[in-house]
RNA sequence: GGAGAAAUGGCAGAGUGGUCGAAUGCGGCGGUCUUGAAAACCGUUGUCCUGCUAUCGCGGGACCGGGGGUUCGAAUCCCUCUUUCUCCGCCA
């Protein structure tokens, strides 16, 4: 959520800036800018009505306090119409108020000024790569069949247990899975990060902190009985944590990495591109999170794309880094990065990591704010994130890219986490 | 799940209808003293909205867990929700 007194300030500048996401702002301008004046407007006449009124209460109360009940009661008299018109001021304010942030959140978050303009993934920029791109026998499988083949993730168990989408790992499958979160869960602490294992259902103001609620609600799984939502990534518990809260400037960044299980519903998009692991309900990720300085962010986010690319080149995986366009850019996000590995039996890339700098924009939403030493006021942080990494489609690509004939390869830095170097 | 108690500033903790944005202590910040530090002493110390001001700032309003109500006036009374604690029950 853009803050009022900015887009007051620089119409022109969000409306152009907003082009780059094919977003045209300027009725939604126009209405924000109209509402904040009246606002603003009947904000100045209630607050000097409250202050007539705190006048007179406190002079009844003299009155009351020598006796003089009668002229008491005739200075109640005129509070009485002063009620009311305070009264009624005050209720047409928080209609006023509600319009307005109802205006306020349907503005995505401004694109940084490095990012390029385009309606889609084709128009994405590559940023870097690393790896090689490599050709694999005729007889190689997709990571469908290697699993059937080695029976390591069992997809007719889950539609038993659940539905589609809910895979149960099995054996060196669930080794394999618990050993890559352990894995980046331990790279991430080595860089830094402190380690937290949130609740992964949340309530209604936490969706609404990261932007997942009022508009994506589809998106998450609903826990109606008690109104929590599954969450669809660890952003939203992790990133909630600095809800409402005042840091200081000195303990940033703060780095925060977090395990836990994502559920998203995803509707719509089925069909065969979509087989296997490459899109589940319910799914493994490590995620990364900093709350950042907003002069830093960008090292920050910086640092986060290292790290990722850490990760993926430990494992081997040839990949390659995009920065997304404006038109393929989240709602929230400011710039972008996505983390893409080659999977080479579906010889397609998948992407396995996003990260993002959403600069304030999620900050004035959860009221997260810090001072700088000797300041008197308080700033909005930037909050950044990104998957350190998605599990499911590196498990496709690690297949895929390390089959033998006499089986799966396991990456020599996972080695000491699964116990076993082979899957056969 | 049943019964009771509570929720106040960064923390601890006073405040049961007016002069309370809120005593006091601790912490934090600034200063005096000191070669330096500690101690002691003095001062200062929240957030949000808004008006004026180039800026420092000054004025007004709101905020004592959330929401609603009573009253001229609410931290204080009433209702409701949430959370915490104690006891009982159940339980990984």
Same mark, same amino acid.
């Given at each position: 959520m853009l803050t009022l007194n900015?887009?007051?300030?620089?119409?022109?500048?969000?409306?152009? &800036?907003? &082009? !780059?996401?094919?977003?045209d702002a300027t009725g939604i301008l126009d209405t924000i800018l109209s509402l904040d004046a009246s606002r603003r407007e009947l904000q100045t006449r209630s607050d000097s009505l409250q202050a007539e009124m705190n006048r007179v209460s406190k002079e009844i109360g003299a009155l009351l306090k020598n006796g003089n009940r009668q002229e008491a009661e005739t200075a109640k008299e005129?509070?009485?119409?002063?009620k009311e018109e305070i009264k009624s001021i005050s209720v047409r304010l928080e209609a006023i108020e509600d319009e307005l942030r109802n205006e306020i959140i349907k503005l995505p978050n401004l694109p940084h000024e490095s990012v390029a303009e385009g309606r889609g993934a084709d128009d994405n920029v590559k940023y870097r790569e690393g790896g090689k791109i490599f050709e694999?026998?005729?007889?190689? @499988?997709? +990571?469908?069949?290697l699993i059937k083949k080695y029976d390591i993730i069992d997809f007719d168990l889950g539609v038993k247990l659940t539905g589609a989408?809910? /895979?149960?790992?099995? %054996?060196k499958g669930a080794k394999l899975e618990r050993a890559l979160i352990n894995f980046f869960l331990d790279e991430g602490i080595k860089a830094g990060y402190t380690e937290v294992l949130p609740p992964i259902v949340v309530n209604e103001d936490s969706g609404f902190g990261t932007g997942q609620l009022p508009d994506k609600e589809g998106q998450m799984y609903h826990v109606t009985l008690d109104n929590f939502y599954l969450i669809p990534t660890a952003e939203v518990p992790v990133t909630n944590i600095y809800r409402d809260v005042i840091l200081s400037g000195e303990n940033l960044p703060i780095k925060n990495i977090a395990y836990t299980p994502c559920f998203r519903r995803e509707a719509g998009s089925? *069909?065969?591109? !979509? $087989?296997?692991?490459? $899109?589940? +309900? =319910?799914?493994d990720k490590v995620e990364i999170v900093q709350i950042a +300085? /907003?002069?830093?962010?960008?090292?920050?986010?910086?640092?986060? !794309?290292?790290?990722v690319e850490g990760l993926v080149l430990k494992l %081997? @995986? /040839?990949? &390659?880094?995009? $920065? @997304?366009? %404006? %038109?393929?850019?989240?709602?929230?996000?400011a710039l972008t990065y996505d983390f893409e590995v080659w999977s080479a039996a579906q010889k397609k890339w998948l992407e396995v990591s996003s990260v993002s700098n959403f600069e304030s924009f999620q900050a004035n939403r959860l009221k997260c704010r810090f001072k700088d030493k000797g300041d008197? =006021?308080?700033?909005?942080? +930037?909050?950044?994130? *990104?998957s350190a990494l998605a599990l499911p489609r590196i498990v496709a690509a690690l297949l895929e890219n390390n089959q033998t004939d006499s089986g799966i390869i396991i990456p020599e830095v996972l080695v000491p986490y699964t116990g076993f170097d082979k899957i056969s």
């Open positions: 900015f887009l007051r300030e620089n119409k022109d500048f969000v409306i152009k &800036r907003l &082009r !780059v996401k094919n977003f005129k509070t009485y119409s002063l694999l026998p005729d007889n190689a @499988l997709p +990571h469908l069949d989408g809910f /895979p149960v790992y099995k %054996g089925w *069909g065969a591109h !979509v $087989r296997g692991l490459n $899109r589940l +309900h =319910q799914f +300085h /907003p002069d830093h962010s960008y090292e920050s986010l910086e640092e986060m !794309v290292n790290h %081997g @995986l /040839p990949y &390659r880094i995009m $920065r @997304l366009c %404006g %038109g393929d850019m989240s709602f929230t996000s008197k =006021q308080t700033r909005l942080v +930037h909050t950044l994130n *990104g």
